[in-house]
């Protein structure tokens, strides 16, 4: 039975309106306050040195190279990748090192990443030819007996 209503009456209810009211303005609170405490935030950096290579041009001195022990325990850059490069600021003329990613590592990560989703297809297809063999079979079996019923 169709009726002649473009808008789903199952939205329209008021608990399934109050939901999305309270799923919506929870996003908009994190949303926005993600947006002030930035602010917040950007004011407590300015205050803080910035490093020049963020201020001023640069040049790689020194290539990527993974931090030694030596270097991921005394130098902040070494945390975020295990990678650091050595980096002269023009202005300054201050030699200071920057985090960097590693190509061979970021290599490695996209191919991971492509056999990954290859394997999950393969899955995934395997299991679509499950099901419609499984469909196919119960859609044969019900013309049967509704053949036989005759």
């Not at 590592?105 to 991971?112: A, I, N, S, T």
Request: glycine letters at 4%; a neutral charge; proline letters at 2%.
């Amino acid at each position: 039975m169709e009726s002649d209503c473009r808008i789903l009456m199952c939205c329209l209810r008021p608990r399934t309106v109050a939901l999305h009211l309270l799923f919506w303005g929870l996003i908009s609170l994190r949303v926005f306050g993600a947006a002030l405490l930035g602010e917040e935030k950007a004011s407590v950096v300015e205050t803080v040195a910035t490093p020049c290579w963020q201020v001023e041009e640069f040049v790689v001195s020194a290539e990527c190279t993974q931090c030694t022990t030596f270097q991921s325990k005394s130098l902040a850059a070494c945390s975020p990748t295990g990678y650091v490069e050595k980096i002269n600021c023009g202005k300054s003329n201050k030699d200071e090192y920057k985090s960097c990613r590693s190509a061979a590592v970021e290599e490695q990560l996209f191919w991971k990443f492509e056999g990954v989703t290859m394997g999950l297809t393969v899955v995934f297809a395997l299991l679509v030819v499950l099901r419609q063999r499984s469909l196919d079979r119960l859609a044969s079996e019900k013309v049967r007996r509704q053949i036989e019923s005759i």
